[in-house]
């Protein structure tokens, strides 16, 4: 690889018509890509067209662009322009400690005062039902967290990422993610919507305390969703009548489960998915369900009840270590066979899906996986648009991303070839405009211990 | 036009025909209703008519059961199988949480219960909470949905203990609970007396809830603004219990505690109760029978642990004498392993107590029906119940019989002989998918090589 990668890059210098250095440069007023194949994923692709950017947005597309003159043109011959691919599930961009255990929350209602700050190991309190608020962080958002000097990021751009769905995921109730840009100087340049859902996770504490089985957090999901509501009723009551009604004590758990604009589910085969579907209706929020690994079982159910998906592409393996005496059922067999052609079922179904990177050891296995879907019958277009605008749509930001469209911002991946061609290399990037050349591929954090992502929809039973 | 009407006979006669099953010539057992050779005519999932002598409609689909017993589908009114979720076992009072919720209609217990002869089951919350979850009654109607297995219309019920595994509060140094560390972390309560008290206190506050929601209601009866009482799931099946819409399934073994639990549902008013286990029932039988509460036992299963010591196998026999109603459960978790041979279970009371053979059959049919209170639908063989029904190759009481067709709501869910047909391709398309992928990922090795 080491030996390989100057020379890929100078095959990327020497297509570019302006060849002198400058490695994020672009920062030009007008960028032009000219001569490029353009896959737009909104419309029809344009064989020969340009790509006109304008202060890190969209300004024209179309075969036919007039170019001012002032613009920094790059030559796009042999290479075609994409959207910039959103990682719908992801913590690109979040610090990796997130994810790790914080102190209990105070019982309901009250801020936990020295509790929080001697923190170090916590002598967890066990929680004793649901007013203890258990694995509860719904106040903590992602736009809040982004650290834009995260390594990953390099990594992600390289593979063509432009954009992540960055979650928080410590607890159960782990917070509000947000869509970021995966480059920008300032945390705050990188968030694009701070608001993109409250993620919830079935991971029971075990023996620390209620709840201890994904039945118990199901029971205080409705629980606490229930609080909010009476929250709620009090503070408006209060409101109208702040002489003769008590004044509700703030409470900032509560706040934010009201503040939620959808929530994120796991749910890794059908029956999950009816607890879910389930559950979310009691929560009277809508619901977008993570893992999804039998999707091809799925997939009539999730249209017909309208809701999205996000794929977890690490398709199930059998474990490197499992016991060779130890034979596999026929159900795991066939969950094995089968799982890769979940995303042409959710396709051919109607179902709006995007997919996670979550658990895969680098960025670019997100496209090995979806090639090896597209060898059981995806259409490359529906992989496409997964990663690009079906998140956007997902997550309500479609008007300003997943598609290469005037008024877009400007985030975009050329490649040489074809994206799901093993062969084909990323020669850049552009994120709101600016310009990112690729890295070596590295090996991401390994997969957890169940050899699976995070976000697998698998419920951790106890 | 013309052609219309033979259309219009002819499909109606293939509906009607495709509607109609006949168990022809078996010897049926009711249970209720005495025992006979005789047929049984099934039209649209019920039991249309039952007899010795009964016309089997034109083009109905027959089963000849000529040599062949039928009895109707076993109920077991304790188990806790199919559960993806079993115990919510870090407060004492769990009763916010459903293990309907966490039905799977995947687990292959279901189908092993059903070849089994049971029909329809009570799984339920575990044992570790004075007061647990609520549980779930459903059928054994394998290849549905979760939904489409529940017992809808099964009265719905909650799970309650007694004794060693409530009072299990952990131990200051972990030694019992791991991550239990500090004296803080123990779990009230530590006795039997407080597990009393966790009762006790729990009904005292459903029914501070109760009297708040009507305050409230009152209040705004008279046009008063106020905010309604905080919503809590943890009370609002204890009301439903004070208020008799919820059935109560108390794990429990020895007499005095029975006695104490009776007490206790005295002073609340609580009726309708099913002891589980009971297994010291047999000394507080009179007790039980008087305040018309029921009991589901094991047979001749215990000495597991202390409290299951001092037990007899005429348990169910004397109960029953005294006038308690009886059912037989397995208590079966993953495996349904006791769950298929309920029959022979029941059997056991004839050996242990002289009862008869229909009062031994209604311990797994009728009583476990009458406990869950779906007695008007399932439990024994009557024209207009649901036509749950087995078809055993022998005296369903032998040690010998084998299960050889259930049926569920008129449909036939399980047949031994088919079962045993279809094994040689399910073993053959498994081999050849082991194949398949094994190969798969032969190939894709390279790419997948690791840095070493």
Redesign the interface.
């Known amino acids: 690889m080491k030996k390989k990668f100057p020379a890929t890059m100078l095959a990327a210098l020497a297509a570019v018509l302006l060849a002198w250095l400058p490695a994020p440069a672009g920062s030009a007023a007008w960028t032009a890509i000219r001569d490029a194949r353009i896959v737009p994923v909104s419309g029809p692709v344009i064989e020969k067209g340009t790509v006109l950017l304008r202060d890190g947005v969209i300004a024209a597309v179309g075969a036919q662009v007039d170019v001012p003159a002032s613009a920094w043109v790059i030559d796009g011959t042999g290479l075609t322009v994409y959207p910039g691919l959103i990682d719908a599930m992801s913590t690109w961009g979040l610090p990796q400690a997130a994810a790790a255990a914080q102190p209990a929350a105070a019982r309901a209602g009250q801020q936990p005062p020295q509790q929080q700050a001697q923190a170090q190991q916590p002598a967890q309190a066990r929680s004793r039902g649901p007013l203890d608020r258990p694995g509860t962080f719904s106040w903590v958002k992602a736009a809040d967290l982004v650290q834009p000097d995260d390594a990953r990021l390099g990594q992600a751009r390289s593979s063509g990422f432009t954009t992540a769905v960055a979650f928080p995921r410590q607890g159960i109730v782990a917070g509000h993610g947000a869509v970021i840009n995966l480059g920008g100087k300032t945390a705050g340049e990188m968030v694009v919507a701070p608001e993109a859902g409250l993620w919830l996770a079935l991971r029971p504490s075990g023996y620390l305390g209620f709840p201890s089985t994904p039945m118990g957090i199901m029971a205080y999901f409705r629980q606490l969703w229930l609080d909010a509501e009476h929250y709620r009723q009090a503070l408006a009551l209060y409101a109208a009548d702040p002489v003769n009604i008590p004044r509700p004590p703030y409470d900032r758990a509560l706040e934010a489960i009201l503040g939620a604009k959808r929530v994120l589910l796991p749910a890794a085969d059908p029956v999950q998915m009816e607890r879910m579907l389930k559950l979310a209706a009691d929560l009277k929020t809508p619901a977008v369900l993570y893992g999804v690994v039998r999707g091809y079982e799925m997939a009539e159910r999730l249209k017909q009840s309208g809701t999205p998906a996000i794929l977890n592409v690490r398709w199930p393996s059998r474990d490197r270590d499992a016991d060779p005496e130890q034979p596999e059922s026929y159900r795991e067999l066939r969950i094995r066979d089968l799982a890769p052609t979940s995303p042409a079922a959710l396709a051919a179904a109607g179902v709006k899906f995007a997919v996670s990177s979550d658990g895969l050891e680098t960025p670019r296995a997100v496209l090995r996986a979806l090639k090896q879907s597209i060898d059981r019958g995806l259409k490359p277009e529906d992989a496409l648009r997964a990663l690009t605008l079906s998140a956007a749509e997902i997550f309500g930001v479609a008007d300003r991303l997943g598609s290469v469209e005037r008024g877009k911002i400007a985030n975009l991946v050329v490649a040489d070839g074809d994206l799901f061609d093993e062969k084909t290399k990323i020669r850049m990037v552009f994120i709101d405009g600016v310009r990112y050349l690729p890295e070596p591929e590295l090996p991401q954090a390994p997969p957890g211990p169940a050899g699976r992502g995070p976000t697998s929809g698998e419920w951790e039973e106890q | 036009m013309r052609p219309l009407i033979p259309l219009l006979v002819c499909s109606a006669a293939a509906l009607l025909a495709a509607d109609v099953t006949v168990i022809q010539n078996g010897t049926i057992h009711t249970v209720t209703k005495g025992t006979f050779k005789g047929s049984i005519v099934i039209r649209d999932g019920k039991i249309a008519e039952v007899g010795e002598k009964v016309m089997t409609p034109a083009g109905a689909r027959v089963v000849d059961a000529s040599g062949k017993h039928v009895i109707p589908g076993i109920i077991d009114a304790h188990t806790h199988i199919a559960l993806?979720?079993?115990?919510?076992?870090?407060?004492s009072v769990?009763s916010?949480?459903?293990?309907g919720?966490?039905l799977?209609?995947?687990s292959v217990s279901i189908y092993r219960a059903l070849a089994g002869g049971v029909t329809a089951c009570n799984s339920m919350h575990g044992s570790a909470n004075a007061i647990g979850?609520q549980n779930v009654v459903f059928k054994m109607r394998w290849g549905a949905?979760?939904?489409g297995l529940v017992f809808d219309k099964a009265k719905p019920s909650i799970k309650m203990a007694l004794g060693e595994n409530p009072k299990r509060q952990?131990s200051p140094q972990g030694l019992q609970?791991?991550?239990?560390?500090?004296p803080?972390?123990l779990?009230y309560p530590g006795t039997r007396l407080g597990v009393e008290d966790v009762i006790r206190d729990a009904f005292t506050r459903a029914r501070a809830y109760q009297r708040e929601w009507k305050d409230y209601e009152a209040r705004k009866a008279r046009g008063e603004?106020a905010?309604?009482p905080?919503?809590?799931?943890?009370l609002e099946p204890l009301v439903e219990v004070l208020e008799g819409k919820r059935l109560v399934h108390a794990h429990c073994y020895r007499a005095d505690e029975i006695l104490m639990l009776l007490r206790v549902f005295d002073d609340f008013n609580i009726r309708g109760v099913t002891f589980q286990h009971v297994l010291e029932g047999y000394k507080v039988a009179r007790e039980i029978a008087e305040r018309g509460h029921g009991a589901s036992t094991f047979s001749d299963w215990w000495s597991y642990k202390v409290e299951a010591y001092d037990a007899i196998p005429y348990n169910a026999a004397i109960m029953h004498r005294k006038g308690v109603l009886v059912s037989l459960n397995s208590d079966d978790a993953g495996g349904a392993e006791l769950m298929r041979r309920l029959n022979t279970e029941a059997a056991k009371v004839m050996k242990y107590g002289g009862l008869s053979e229909d009062e031994a059959l209604a311990m797994v049919t009728i009583n476990p029906a009458k406990q869950l209170q779906i007695d008007q639908w399932v439990g024994s063989i009557e024209a207009g119940k649901d036509a749950d029904l087995v078809i055993y190759d022998k005296h369903p009481l032998s040690i010998y019989a084998k299960v050889e067709k259930v049926f569920i709501d008129g449909r036939q869910y399980f047949d031994r002989d088919e079962d045993m047909s279809r094994r040689p391709k399910?073993e053959a398309?498994?081999e050849g998918?082991?194949r398949?992928?094994q190969d798969q990922?032969k190939q894709a090795m390279p790419?997948n090589r690791?840095?070493s």
Do not use: H
């Open positions: 993806d979720s079993i115990n919510e076992s870090s407060v769990s916010m949480v459903s293990v919720e966490m799977n209609p995947e979850g949905d979760a939904r952990g609970i791991p991550g239990l560390q500090s803080q972390n779990r603004k905010l309604p905080r919503r809590d799931l943890e399910l398309e498994k998918l082991r398949k992928l990922q790419q690791r840095p």
